[in-house]
């Protein structure tokens, strides 16, 4: 296995390790929490847990299924125990960018309907600073055109998403800009200045969200809390 997946397993397991008998837990998206989702099943099947998964995309609720994990409608959850996801980048105050896999919004929302948020990356994610990966934005696609101007102006360097010529459509129906920016010196002002902008439905900043952070290493796991 490859150094990089052997992290992001790593990880995975160690957070699957987390999961006690009767939790709800928050099912992330991408690559890193389909590790997870096998450990998670291997553990539900072996120690026969019950568990009910709240997810954050279609695919990881495919998925997640397909594995034999029970997947219930966050609003049918009374509580989210412990929610588990990836991050594409993590600076040193525990803050982080989300949405190289489009699942964002829903990933944002469970994440802070939950109790506590464990995030499972690899050991090239952490940076000193943000900015590095673009910043995905999600975008209302009415107007879209304009929003795209706009940021342009700012200096903000939108990308719309495409994929295999065509455009990036979430699961929620919008559609997505990449800001490269490089580098992020003031995440918060920047969060700010796009929450507030007609047509943003959310953005991948999440600051102050991660209670904790797995960073798998060939070796093992190192956690940040
Ligand atoms: C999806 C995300 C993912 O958590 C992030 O892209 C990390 O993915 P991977 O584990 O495949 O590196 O934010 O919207």
Sequence with gaps: MENISLEKKHAAVAASQLIKNGMTVGLGTGSTVNYFLDALATRIRQENLKIVGVTTSFKTANRAESLGITIIDIDDAPAIDLTVDGADEVDNRMNGIKGGGAAF???????????????????????????????????????????????????????????????????????????????????????????SRIGVVEHGLFLGVADEIIIGTSSGVRQLK
Excluded at 109 to 121: D, G, T, Y
Excluded at 169 to 180: A, E, P, S, Y
């Design 105 to 195: 919004l829903m990933e944002k929302i469970v994440a802070h309907n939950s109790n506590r948020v464990v995030w499972i990356i690899d050991s090239q994610k952490r940076h000193q600073q943000l900015g590095r990966f673009p910043l995905p934005v999600e975008i209302v696609p009415f107007g879209s055109g304009k929003l795209i101007a706009d940021f342009k102006k700012r200096h903000l360097h939108p990308v719309l998403r495409q994929q295999d010529g065509k455009t990036v459509v979430t699961d929620m129906g919008h559609f997505i800009v990449d800001l490269v920016l490089n580098r992020i010196d003031q995440p918060y002002q920047l969060g700010q200045y796009l929450d």
